[in-house]
């Protein structure tokens, strides 16, 4: 089994900066994808960024410019920088990360969550 534990998140002014953590514990093996979703009251989740590989990340075009994930390997942790934030950002922000554990076993794992809420 891999778990997820997130943490980061609280309360921020329009206009100001938040950084989301996500540390995986398990027997990993290997991590194919990390990412962080969103929830906002009434909505659907929605992908708001994504690592895959030595690829490219991936953000959601409402972010774009203004927050950056990125992963540390050493520590199995996957972050989101959030920049700049606006009310529309409030939401709870789930990370998700899929790969294999054990003897090649795939997992697909997702954080508790951390709310997120952009007010003044």
């Known amino acids: 089994q891999v778990q997820l534990v997130e943490s980061g998140g609280g309360l921020v002014q329009p206009g100001g900066s938040l950084r989301l953590a996500c540390a995986a514990s398990g027997s990993i093996f290997n991590i194919n994808v990390m990412a962080w979703y969103r929830q906002a009251p009434g909505n659907q989740r929605e992908l708001v960024a994504a690592l895959s590989g030595g690829g490219s990340p991936d953000y959601a075009d409402s972010v774009k410019g203004r927050f950056t994930i990125s992963r540390d390997n050493a520590k199995n942790t996957v972050y989101l920088q959030m920049n700049k934030v606006k009310p529309e950002d409030t939401a709870v922000y789930y990370c998700?990360?899929?790969?294999?554990?054990?003897?090649?076993?795939?997992?697909?794992?997702w954080g508790q969550g951390t709310r997120v809420t952009v007010s003044s």
């Open positions: 998700n990360i899929k790969g294999t554990y054990g003897l090649a076993l795939s997992f697909d794992s």
